[in-house]
């Protein structure tokens, strides 16, 4: 069995696993380096996300290598080094819109100078976005947020359950900025991310700096964005960076789980501000949304699937958009271990 099949396996069941902002900042980049007996070398693309894997998710990670190999592993982390192509990853990463195409690395949260965009994902743009009744509303606004940032719908706020496609849009929103407008600049992050920098630059005394990089910018989007909820110093410190940005008209797009009326623990000064502009919802795709998602990915992949087995698979996966994908995934990586057809049959034996 090759290794990165294996790796190719694991990372599709840790997609259906982890939310998609957890599994974008964490392991999207990954790639797996050297397979010795039972240890298993990851390559990470710098420090802070070495030392996220190894506290949060080396458990999960060898719990999902061993189901996949049949035996108990062990899995360390390195850093890659700074001349490892990008290109490289996509020989391990999921079955997805486009092979991931050289992009800036950067620390996390880090922003340069003009132009700089930061922890944007190129594999997330409008065009490979399926768009359909679920969705047609964020899609619509998205779109015109990236036409006239600071403007239109400023903050736009993104809500939905997990894998509707909330990051993509956020990611197609970050991408299409910095194509049009290439002297802005653009911060993607997660809630927990602005939050661990936070309390980081506290303990360092770089407060200065941490404010810099997040409101001497042009665009900003936060996913997850309820996890700030019960964090009061948090919530104190995001409400000043809303601020800074909203007042200089700079555009602001936040995503959460739910809208800002139902997250509870929210202060009422941040919630009144998140409804300043819109608020629109994604909903789980419709059968026909998702069979159109299945044949999307399948192209992209070359991959050799069947009417019927797509149908097969859009009607077995119903939630969401992740999980379907991970199902994908999951067959392709099976089919190709075991140098086999992908089937009906397979697919019922992968997904039962």
Known sequence: MDAKQVWRAALGELQVSLSPANFETWL????????????FRIAVPNGFAKDWLENRYRSLISQTLARIVGYSVQVEFAISPSDT??????????????????QVRLEPGRVGGEGT???LN?????????????????????????????HAYNPLFLYGGVGLGKTHLMHAIGSQV????????????????????????IQQGKIDEFRARYRRIDLLLIDDIQFIADKERTQEEFFHTFNAIHEDGKQIV????????????LEERLRS????????????????????????????????????????????????IRELEGALNRIVAYASMGAM???IELAQAVLS
């Open 28 to 39: 999207r980049d990954t790639q797996l380096i050297d397979v010795d007996e039972q240890r």
């Open 273 to 320: 501000r998140f409804e300043w502009g819109l608020i629109a919802d994604l909903t789980a795709p419709d059968l026909e949304t998702r069979i159109a998602i299945l044949r999307a990915k399948a192209e992209v992949g070359a991959v050799p699937i069947t009417s019927d087995v797509v149908e097969f698979v859009a009607r077995k996966v119903v939630s969401n």
């Open 341 to 343: 057809p992908i089937s």
């Open 85 to 102: 192509p990008v290109a490289e990853v996509a020989d391990v990463a999921p079955v997805g819109p486009s092979a991931p195409s050289p």
């Open 178 to 201: 910095a194509a049009k407008f290439p002297r802005k600049r653009v911060v993607y992050a997660t809630s927990e991310k602005f939050t661990n920098e936070f309390i980081t630059s």
């Open 122 to 150: 190129p594999r997330y743009t409008f065009a490979n976005f399926i768009v359909g009744s679920a969705n047609r509303l964020a899609h619509a606004a998205s779109l015109s947020v990236a036409e006239r940032p600071g």
């Open 117 to 119: 965009t930061a922890n």
């Open 254 to 265: 936040l995503s959460s789980d739910r809208p800002p009326k139902a997250i509870l623990t």
